[in-house]
C-alpha cells in the first residue's frame, strides 16, 4: 500500500469512463496506452490524478467541483507562492480547507512511478515508432544498466552483504536536470511534455528572434539534450542514473 492507494481508497476514487472496475485499472490502461486511449507519462498521470484527489476534497467539504475550476486552482496550488496562491488559501479557509494540508495530499510523479510498477506490477512496452529511436536507445541502455546491477546484487546476496538483495526489484530511470534549478525529471516525461524545466526551458534565448514564443523556445531546448543522450549512450553512459533498489518492490 502506498500514499496514491490510500489516497484511492480514501476519496473513493473511481475511474472517470465506463468499463474499468477499479482506479488501478484505468490508470493503468492510460499509462500504457491499451483500449483505444493514448498512452500517457508519469507526469500527466500524475497531475490527472492529483485532479481526482483535490476533487476529492473539494466535494467532502462541499465545495465546487466544477472541472474548470478544479483545473485553474489546481494549477495555483501547485505553481509559486504568489498572490493568487494567498488568495485561493483563503478562499479554501472558508471552506475549512487547509492549503497546506491539501498540498501534502499530492502525489509525485515518483510516487505514481512506484504505484504503476511496484504497487500494480505493471510493465509498458517502450516506443516503438521508428521516430522515437532516442527513446529506444535510452531503453537499451536503461535495461543493459538493470542487467548489471541485478548480477552485483546477486553477488552481493551469495556474499550475505546484502541478504535478499537477489530478490530486489530494481529501477533504472533516466533523469534530465535542469541546469538553472533543482528540477529533476525523468526522459520519457520531459519528451512527453516538450521541456524538462517550466520556468527555465522558456528562458533560454534564441539566436534569431526577440519574440518570446513559449513553443519555440520549448522546441529549442530539448532536441540538443536529446542529441547528447544518443552519442553519450554509445560510449558510455555519462548521465546520472538513480539506481533504486526496492525490496521486494514493497515500497
Ligand atoms: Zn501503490
Ligand atoms: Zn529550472
Redesign the pocket.
Known amino acids: 500500500m502506498c500514499k496514491v492507494d490510500d489516497l484511492i481508497e480514501r476519496y473513493d476514487l473511481t475511474p472517470s469512463r465506463d468499463g474499468y472496475e477499479t482506479l488501478d485499472e484505468y490508470l493503468l490502461a492510460r499509462w500504457k496506452g491499451v483500449d483505444g486511449l493514448e498512452s500517457e507519462g508519469y507526469q500527466a498521470l500524475t497531475e490527472w490524478f492529483n485532479k481526482q484527489v483535490l476533487r476529492g476534497v473539494y466535494d467532502e467539504q462541499g465545495r465546487d467541483i466544477a472541472a474548470y475550476r478544479i483545473d485553474a486552482e489546481y494549477e495555483i496550488l501547485t505553481g509559486d507562492r504568489d498572490l493568487r496562491h494567498d488568495e485561493l488559501a483563503a478562499d479554501l479557509a472558508a471552506d475549512s480547507i487547509d492549503t497546506d494540508e491539501l498540498e501534502d495530499e499530492f502525489v509525485s510523479w515518483s510516487t505514481m512511478r512506484r504505484h504503476l510498477n511496484g504497487c500494480l506490477d505493471g510493465e509498458k512496452e517502450p516506443a516503438r515508432s521508428t521516430s522515437d529511436w532516442e527513446l529506444e536507445s535510452v531503453e537499451v541502455a536503461r535495461s543493459k544498466t538493470r542487467e548489471k546491477a541485478r548480477a552485483a546484487l546477486h553477488s552481493l546476496s551469495s556474499k550475505g552483504r546484502l541478504p535478499g538483495a537477489a530478490s530486489a526489484d530494481v529501477d533504472i530511470q533516466v533523469k534530465l536536470t535542469?541546469?538553472?534549478?533543482p528540477?529533476r525529471i525523468p526522459i520519457e516525461d520531459a519528451v512527453e511534455r516538450g521541456y524538462?524545466?517550466?520556468?527555465?526551458?522558456r528562458t533560454v534565448p534564441r539566436e534569431s528572434d526577440g519574440d518570446e514564443a513559449p513553443s519555440g523556445v520549448q522546441q529549442a531546448i530539448l532536441p540538443p539534450g536529446l542529441a547528447q543522450i544518443g552519442v553519450s549512450l554509445t560510449d558510455d553512459l555519462v548521465y546520472t542514473l538513480d539506481f533504486v533498489a526496492a525490496m521486494g518492490g514493497a515500497i
Do not use: N, R, V
Not at 178 to 181: D, K, N
Not at 196 to 201: E, L, N, V, Y
Open positions: 535542469c541546469p538553472e534549478c528540477t524538462i524545466c517550466k520556468d527555465h526551458g
